[in-house]
């Protein structure tokens, strides 16, 4: 597939897509921005292909498919202006369109829920083993989705401190957890 070209990524993408746009979904809660954000996690991922480590294949792809769609996230919140005149625009939807757009939706089962609910937990206890000077910048960053300056602001740190700590913080996950924990 990597040296393959176009032809040889369509059944990775058949394979693949589906999980894909499950995981942005589960970021983003919205149908649209998942199908966007999806294709551009395939074409990343196509991208990146030639600095692929042949190490977890489904935990890389799971990584950038998240980053993507924190990233897209956030790029998201901090248009809020653009955000009104599309709301506007779809205020001007009739009742009736609305219930069937929401009615289109996937409905998550109350199975999924509860594990998405007992992976939370895992992973805010895994957070609390971290040294006290690692787990604040990850739970601002990770968990409470905060830019590096915001935290930078909060804990008095300058900001190459704060991506400092973060950098050390992930290295010091990648000693003391295995992946095998988190898939």
């Known amino acids: 597939m990597r040296d393959g070209g176009p032809e040889q990524y369509r059944p990775f993408v058949?394979?693949?897509?589906?999980?894909?746009?499950?995981t942005v979904y589960?970021?983003?809660?919205?149908?649209h921005d998942a199908e966007d954000v999806t294709q551009e996690v395939l074409l990343l991922i196509y991208r990146s292909l030639p600095n692929y480590r042949m190490d977890g294949l489904k935990t890389w792809?799971?990584?950038?498919?998240?980053?993507?769609a924190i990233d897209f996230k956030r790029s998201k919140a901090r248009r809020p202006e653009q955000?009104?005149?599309?709301?506007?625009?779809?205020?001007?939807?009739?009742?009736?369109?609305?219930?069937?757009m929401l009615n289109a939706l996937p409905a998550p089962a109350a199975e999924s829920i509860a594990l998405r609910a007992e992976e939370l937990r895992y992973i805010h206890a895994k957070v609390d083993e971290l040294p006290d000077h690692y787990r604040e910048v990850i739970h601002a960053f990770y968990i409470e989705e905060?830019?590096?300056?915001?935290?930078?602001?909060?804990?008095?740190?300058?900001?190459?401190?704060?991506?400092s700590r973060l950098y050390r913080a992930r290295n010091w996950m990648r000693q003391h957890w295995r992946k095998e924990d988190f898939e």
């Open 14 to 22: 058949q394979a693949y897509g589906a999980y894909i746009y499950k």
């Open 61 to 68: 792809i799971t990584r950038i498919a998240v980053n993507r």
């Open 146 to 163: 905060k830019t590096y300056e915001q935290i930078a602001v909060e804990t008095g740190l300058e900001r190459k401190s704060v991506e």
């Open 26 to 31: 589960a970021v983003l809660h919205s149908p």
């Open 83 to 100: 955000l009104m005149e599309q709301d506007a625009v779809e205020g001007q939807q009739t009742e009736y369109e609305a219930e069937g």
